[in-house]
């Protein structure tokens, strides 16, 4: 597992992968922050927070994620190098587990350069420090979470096809409908009495929860069972590949 966690994590610096990852990340969120006219930026609306992050990077990340997912299994089986992996004795399990968390490490990496965002809105504060750090933590936490249920729903959409572009098609299209799908479902005629069981069941409603600054069992639960799923997905499409071969 560590053999390919190594292996996918090299790739992803050892192309530029993951620098223009985390610098497309940055970007775009600075933009919002600093240059863009709008309430979302910081200067224009007088109020220093980083609330403004928060409310876009689940949608960058809509599509950063499946782009550094895209690849990691349909790329091996159209060269054929699964047959590699297949070949070792390892696990399906450890083989999703590999490359599962070199994309979280990835978007980790990528959050982390936000100390320098919370530096700046901190000393922006009229008093200096003027944040609401609790609520701070609690979004950079679900932000994390969601990050991570993406890149379970990128590696399974990238183990059904063999095909980089339908993969990255079909992690945008699933990721957000776990984000915002079930938001806009709640409101259906006839579906009021159930709503919010429906939102619970989607990605936002445990994130804007997070965002307040409770750290709940239950949201964090939540993403693991989703990241659960999905992981296993994957390692059944794999395993199913092998009986196939055999």
Known sequence: MFAIYKKELGGFFGSLTGYIVISVFLVVNALF???????????ESGYASLETVFLISPWVFLFLVPAVTMRMISEEKRLGTIELLYSRPITELRIVAGKYLASVTLVLLALLPLAVSYLTVWYSGDPKGNLDVG???????????LAAVYAAIGLFASSVTENQVVS?????????????????????????????????????E?????????????????????????????????????WRKS
């Open 33 to 43: 922050m600093w240059v863009f006219p709008g309430e979302l930026n910081i200067p």
């Open 168 to 204: 990255f098609i079909t992690a945008v299209i699933i990721c957000f409908i776990m984000f915002t799908g079930f938001d806009y479902l709640a409101y259906l005629p006839g579906l009021k009495k159930a709503d919010e069981f429906i939102t619970g069941l989607g990605i936002n």
């Open 206 to 242: 445990h994130y804007r929860s997070l965002s307040r600054g409770v750290i709940d069992i239950g949201d964090i639960a939540y993403f693991v069972v989703v990241v659960v799923i999905f992981n296993e997905a994957t390692r059944l499409v794999l395993n199913s590949r092998k």
């Open 135 to 145: 609520g701070t933590w609690g979004s950079m936490t679900g932000l994390f979470f």
